[in-house]
């Protein structure tokens, strides 16, 4: 029987793959960009601090604004103050 063509997420997992799952650790992919945003990073970061552990390539993390979009105009959200 032949093997299934590989999905692209299959490419990226093993192109990107450090070390592989067992049953005692899960899988360990390099990362070669990180996206930050304004909501969780702040306990990322904390937990960095805590753990004594920096981040390894501080020019690969790239902090972007909240992925949040409101769905109204920006008019209907903002109340004038008199």
């Known amino acids: 029987m032949a093997e ?13 793959l450090v070390s592989a799952e067992t049953e005692e650790a899960p899988g360990v ?10 909501v969780t990073s702040p306990q990322a970061f904390a937990e960095l ?3 004594g552990l920096t981040v390894r390539r501080p020019e690969r993390t790239v902090a972007t604004m909240d992925h ?9 959200l903002v109340t004038p103050k008199d």
């Open 29 to 38: 992919l390099y990362i070669d960009l990180h996206l930050v945003h304004e």
């Open 4 to 16: 299934r063509p590989r999905t692209l997420l299959d490419k990226l997992w093993d192109a990107h």
């Open 68 to 76: 949040a979009i409101p769905t109204r105009p920006i008019a209907t």
């Open 49 to 51: 601090r805590r753990r």
